[in-house]
């Protein structure tokens, strides 16, 4: 009987709990401050310090993108590289794709087959 009891006791505790659980999860998903009040102190905490690195990241600029628009130097540079890849490609000949299969046949000749097997035997 007590053994009963304090299973009833235990399952009443895991309910609370679980109660407990339920109402934090649905705060989190509303979007409303989570009910400890600690946690909720520290996050602005850790925002700031993540805006602050985002900042550092915008100083390197990996591929070099910082100028938007070319200038007019850099557009003749590049229509001179263009028309002269363009005029070293087109002086290479055509390529016409080609297969070549070679069969290798050797006679075979039956006799001289029969021959090795009889003096085998």
Request: glycine share 4%.
């Amino acid at each position: 009987m007590q053994r009963l009891e304090a299973l009833e006791k235990e399952n009443d505790a895991l309910k609370a709990l679980i109660n407990k659980l339920e109402a934090r999860v649905s705060a989190l998903e509303v979007g409303g401050k989570a009910p400890a009040a600690a946690p909720a102190a520290a996050a602005p905490a850790r925002n700031a310090a993540a805006d602050d690195d985002d900042d550092d990241d915008d100083d390197v600029d990996l591929f070099g993108s910082d100028e938007e628009e070319e200038t007019e130097e850099q557009k003749k540079v590049r229509e001179e590289r263009l028309a002269a890849y363009a005029s070293k490609k087109s002086k290479k000949p055509v390529l016409i794709a080609k297969s070549n299969i070679v069969l290798d046949v050797s006679s075979c000749r039956f006799d001289t087959v029969q021959i090795g097997n009889s003096t085998s035997v």
